[in-house]
């Protein structure tokens, strides 16, 4: 196709777009959009995220998305991080068999040395931006998943400048990598029973994944602690979290940066074939 | 001076439809690194829509995953199958 | 009849959403390329999450005050700043469950990805209408 008739597609892309909502909104008999005022659900939520008359009600964070995805409704994001650790488990077993091999490489392989001395500058502003805003997550926009694929970043440019003979060689393997996604796991499981374990101890009533004290369960974590606002099981909750997502895409990369002869080998020939 | 609520309209609405655009030359190239760039562009676009929809959690999530982190993953399983779309 | 700008600004948008959601379906049924059909697959599953964030914004609710993201400011926050937020603040509902939904989107993709290496790894071709012909 000629770059003109693109051109002259795209063009007339635009004005049928353009006319059509002309169109909607001519004949829409007096519908407004978007609406003045909110739904009752989002006045719920906005008014009893950090509330001290009504401390019984409130989740005591600042910050309402990140009180809505660990505390309101925690269990959709445990369900979610199990459908993203079956995702990689799933990589992990279509890949079975294949390793890298064990190859020495000089300080030539790679990129040439001014690539490599701006990307070892960079590389720690990425990993100190990231935990910043996994540890803020719970008093300004963040949290565990944006702090994890932000600190995701760096072992991918280390990859591509030096070599994945070199990580390899710096202890950057694919069974650590899975150790620590377990290990980041571990923890998210482990503050899940937090307050579950110490009403046990102490004889009163807890629910699981509980944050603050609620009408029927007088025992729950505490929200300010040396006059800072401290979110209990949400600044727990997401520091594992990013610990979890930033080693699991690590664990993508490897797998991906492994020369295709070795696959080949495994699945077309040899003594390990399928 | 235009009142600053069709100000904020009309920047949404630009950055809609270069989005358009973006997406129909992604899908009808052949050359699929090309597809990819324009993809990265698309999300761009995205991506500061969120911001002015008053949404930066997204934000912060979109612009590692779409801009980063996908396209990369994308340029390598290019590199290993084929890079330009059969006839 | 007079029509506002602001609604047709908002309609606009609207409508290239909805175009782009149709070109992406296209992209996913018509092309024989399986990278193509992945790419196209996640602008169709991202445009779907710009939806869902658009339901969530409102008017503003006077000419010079933009609504404001659902993040308290001022700690600790006295009643009348908490009436003056729930009357200025976007939805954060929709924003919660727009990150679930980016996540899994972004596993069901690596999941993808792998399974067409792999696809050209056994039959050394991306094209579905070879595939289609080899009978096993």
Redesign the interface.
């Known amino acids: ?1 000629a770059a003109w008739e ?1 051109v002259v ?2 063009v007339s ?2 004005v049928f ?2 006319l ?3 169109a ?3 004949g ?1 008999l007096g519908y ?8 009752d ?3 719920v ?3 009893t ?5 009504n401390p019984l009600f409130s989740a005591m964070a ?5 009180a ?2 660990w505390d309101y ?1 925690g269990l ?2 445990l369900f ?1 991080t199990a ?2 650790f ?3 488990i ?2 992990v077993a ?2 079975r068999g294949v390793s890298l091999p064990r190859k020495e490489v000089g300080p030539a392989a790679g990129m040439s040395p001014i690539v490599k001395t701006v990307t070892k500058i960079t590389i720690g502003m990425i990993l100190a931006v990231a935990a910043s ?1 996994a540890f803020h997550g719970h008093l ?4 565990g ?2 702090g994890g ?2 600190a ?2 760096a072992p ?1 440019i280390a990859l591509v400048v030096f070599s994945v003979y070199f990580l390899e060689h710096a202890g950057v393997t694919k069974n650590r990598m899975l150790g620590l996604r377990s290990a980041g796991l571990l923890g998210v499981g482990l503050t899940a029973f937090l307050v579950l374990a110490a009403s046990i101890v102490s004889g009163v009533q807890a629910y699981v994944l509980q944050n603050q004290p609620k009408p029927t369960a007088p025992i729950g974590m505490p929200s300010i602690v040396d006059g800072a ?1 401290f979110g209990g099981t949400l600044l727990l909750f997401n520091i594992f979290e990013a610990l979890a997502v930033a080693a699991g ?1 690590t664990l ?2 490897l ?3 492994i020369p ?1 002869e070795e ?2 080998k495994v ?2 020939g040899g003594e390990h074939a399928h | 001076m235009i009142a600053p609520q069709t100000l904020v309209f009309g920047i949404l609405a630009l950055l809609g ?1 270069l989005s ?2 973006a997406t ?2 992604a899908i ?1 190239e052949r050359d699929l690194v090309k597809a990819v760039v324009f993809s990265a562009i698309q999300s761009t676009a995205y991506a500061f829509m969120y911001y002015l929809l008053m949404a ?2 997204i ?3 979109y612009v ?2 779409a801009v ?2 996908y396209p ?2 994308v340029l ?2 290019i590199k ?1 199958t084929e890079r330009y779309e059969g006839e | ?1 007079p ?1 506002s700008p602001d ?2 600004l ?3 948008l ?3 959403l909805f ?1 782009n959601l149709a070109i992406s379906l296209y992209g996913v049924l018509a092309r024989p390329s399986l990278v193509k059909k992945v790419i196209a697959l996640t602008i169709f599953s991202d445009t779907a999450n710009t939806f869902a964030i ?1 339901v ?4 503003w ?1 006077k000419p010079s005050e933009p609504p404001i ?5 001022r ?3 006295t ?1 009348e700043y ?1 009436e003056e ?2 009357a200025r ?5 929709p ?2 469950l727009v ?2 939904a980016i ?2 989107g ?3 993709t ?2 993808l ?3 067409t290496l ?1 696809i050209y ?2 039959y050394r071709t991306t094209d579905v209408r070879k595939i289609a012909k080899l009978r096993g």
């Open positions: 196709m693109r597609i795209a892309m635009v777009v353009a059509l909502a002309l909607f909104t001519v829409a407004r959009a978007p609406p003045p005022t909110l739904r659900l989002a006045e939520y906005l008014r995220t950090f509330n001290s008359d600042p910050e309402a998305v990140t809505i995805v409704r959709d994001t979610e459908v993203f079956l995702a990689i799933a990589s279509l890949m805003i300004t926009p963040g949290g998943f944006q694929a932000t995701a970043v991918l606002i895409f993508v990369f797998l991906l940066a295709e696959a080949l699945t077309t | 439809l358009m655009i129909y030359l009808t930066p959690d934000v912060l999530v590692p995953v980063g982190l990369a993953v390598f399983l290993k | 009849m029509i609604s047709y908002f309609n606009l609207i409508m290239t175009a658009v969530g914004y409102r008017l609710p993201p659902p993040v308290i400011t700690i600790p926050p009643r908490i937020f729930a603040a976007v939805d954060p509902l924003q919660a990150l679930t996540v899994i972004l596993a069901v690596l999941f990805v792998f399974l792999q790894r056994l």
